[in-house]
């Protein structure tokens, strides 16, 4: 082999190594480049073991899709749950006429919103039906649920909507200043979160009567393959802890009656301790609510956990 072919073989070896470590800084590059992108430091939650389960026998309450049960009857437009839009009249305005302008908002907003006229002596709730003069308005958009917070978006709305019903009426508006009506809300959707809970107590045995029932009693009694469940919703019940009294007691007489045992979620039989421990949480929950000026229960309760 002669120096100029040995040179050529050198030379292309060379070049061939050349591009095998420019292939390879390549490479490193686009997977740090990658990991920038989508690397995390957390450890992926559905490769790592799952979290410990949270003590059943007080569970998150219902969901508004679960349950829908309406406005309380008497219920008023309060600002501690809803912005509320004050019109005022120079004259007195006819209740039908305002029912009138208000459908739209009815057909927009639906439940969330409530009406309420004032005749000169007293506010009541407008409706289909009423009768009468109105010497003064509000207009509330309920701003929390069990489902959370309104937008801004629909805030800005419901105002703008009620300034031109206003307009319409040849009334004078005094509004909220919007964003601390909505630092407001978000505060009152934590006490909601915080909260929002429901004690469930299982009466579990094979002899339990097909019609075991408990009446008059404002707990709620569903069947199960296996037993009864006892559940208490604890912000829409007033004094909760009278009532969760009651349940235990009907819980302990139909395991007696049954030969059944009364357990929590994870068929833990429940104690004197453990039932002592749920009633603390529920003065605790009442506690809070009160601190919020809400009373458990009361038409107030029950519009902002629906």
């Given at each position: 082999?002669?120096?100029?072919?040995?040179?050529?073989?050198?030379?292309?070896?060379?070049?061939?190594?050349?591009?095998?470590?420019?292939?390879?800084?390549?490479?490193?590059?686009?997977?740090?480049?990658?990991?920038?992108?989508?690397?995390?430091?957390?450890?992926?939650?559905?490769?790592?073991?799952?979290?410990?389960?949270?003590?059943?026998?007080?569970?998150?309450?219902?969901?508004?899709?679960?349950?829908?049960?309406?406005?309380?009857?008497?219920?008023?437009?309060?600002?501690?749950?809803?912005?509320?839009?004050?019109?005022?009249?120079?004259?007195?305005?006819?209740?039908?006429?305002?029912?009138?302008?208000?459908?739209?908002?009815?057909?927009?907003?639906?439940?969330?919103?409530?009406?309420?006229?004032?005749?000169?002596?007293?506010?009541?709730?407008?409706?289909?039906?009423?009768?009468?003069?109105?010497?003064?308005?509000?207009?509330?958009?309920?701003?929390?649920?069990?489902?959370?917070?309104?937008?801004?978006?629909?805030?800005?709305?419901?105002?703008?909507?009620?300034?031109?019903?206003?307009?319409?009426?040849?009334?004078?508006?005094?509004?909220?200043?919007?964003?601390?009506?909505?630092?407001?809300?978000?505060?009152?959707?934590?006490?909601?979160?915080?909260?929002?809970?429901?004690?469930?107590?299982?009466?579990?045995?094979?002899?339990?009567?097909?019609?075991?029932?408990?009446?008059?009693?404002?707990?709620?009694?569903?069947?199960?393959?296996?037993?009864?469940t006892l559940t208490l919703d604890v912000p829409?019940?007033?004094?909760?802890?009278?009532?969760?009294?009651?349940?235990?007691?009907?819980?302990?007489?139909?395991?007696?009656?049954?030969?059944?045992?009364?357990?929590?979620?994870?068929?833990?039989?429940?104690?004197?301790?453990?039932?002592?421990?749920?009633?603390?949480?529920?003065?605790?929950?009442?506690?809070?609510?009160?601190?919020?000026?809400?009373?458990?229960?009361?038409?107030?309760?029950?519009?902002?956990?629906?």
């Open positions: 082999m002669s120096d100029l072919q040995l040179g050529l073989i050198v030379i292309g070896a060379l070049l061939v190594a050349g591009v095998l470590l420019h292939n390879r800084l390549q490479e490193g590059a686009a997977r740090r480049e990658a990991e920038r992108a989508f690397g995390s430091r957390h450890a992926d939650v559905l490769l790592g073991e799952p979290a410990a389960r949270r003590e059943p026998t007080l569970e998150a309450g219902p969901g508004r899709s679960d349950r829908d049960p309406g406005v309380p009857a008497g219920a008023l437009p309060d600002a501690r749950l809803d912005y509320v839009v004050e019109l005022s009249f120079p004259h007195q305005v006819p209740a039908a006429e305002v029912l009138e302008l208000w459908k739209p908002l009815e057909h927009r907003f639906a439940k969330r919103i409530l009406l309420a006229g004032f005749d000169g002596r007293s506010w009541m709730r407008l409706g289909a039906g009423n009768a009468g003069q109105c010497t003064a308005l509000r207009a509330g958009l309920q701003l929390v649920t069990r489902a959370g917070v309104a937008s801004e978006t629909e805030v800005i709305g419901f105002r703008s909507e009620v300034e031109t019903l206003g307009a319409r009426l040849g009334a004078s508006v005094a509004a909220p200043e919007i964003r601390e009506a909505m630092e407001a809300a978000r505060e009152l959707d934590r006490v909601c979160a915080a909260t929002d809970i429901q004690v469930a107590l299982h009466v579990v045995g094979a002899q339990i009567e097909e019609n075991a029932s408990v009446p008059g009693e404002l707990f709620q009694v569903s069947r199960r393959d296996d037993g009864l829409r019940t007033p004094e909760p802890g009278r009532h969760y009294e009651a349940m235990v007691r009907a819980g302990r007489q139909l395991a007696s009656s049954s030969n059944a045992r009364l357990v929590d979620d994870n068929g833990r039989e429940l104690d004197e301790r453990a039932l002592a421990a749920i009633a603390a949480e529920l003065e605790s929950v009442r506690g809070m609510l009160a601190a919020s000026g809400i009373e458990p229960g009361s038409p107030l309760a029950l519009r902002l956990f629906s």
